[in-house]
């Protein structure tokens, strides 16, 4: 499996973006994706997953903010980011969930100024 994560960039407080994880390989493998983010000098942190039945779940932080969805013609989940504050300031991951494996996208960049 292969992802690619896409869609981050600099926005003001307030402002939305949404972000792309688009897959390839063994898609049908794939038991759930989530959004991850890291920022600096922190660990990685869960903000939302999907999963293969389409139930979604989201770290309290990002409820009511952040839209975890996905696009099985285009083998695409989507992070939709509303109200973004400046602590949202972090590099995106995506990750999909097989049974045995697990495999991480490169980051992309969120940047929210004040």
């Known amino acids: 499996v292969q992802l690619q994560a896409s869609g981050g960039g600099l926005v003001q407080a307030g402002g939305s973006l949404r972000l792309s994880c688009a897959a390839s390989g063994s898609i049908f493998s794939i038991n759930l994706v989530g959004w991850y983010r890291q920022a600096p000098g922190k660990q990685r942190e869960l903000d939302a997953i999907?999963?293969?039945?389409?139930?979604?779940n989201y770290a309290d932080s990002v409820k009511g903010r952040f839209t975890i969805s996905r696009d099985n013609a285009e083998n695409t989940v989507y992070l939709q980011m509303n109200s973004l504050k400046p602590e949202d300031t972090a590099v995106y991951f995506c990750?999909?969930?097989?049974?045995?494996?697990?495999?991480w996208g490169k980051g992309t960049q969120v940047t929210v100024s004040s």
């Open positions: 990750k999909a969930d097989l049974v045995y494996k697990a495999y």
């Open positions: 999907i999963t293969r039945g389409g139930s979604t």
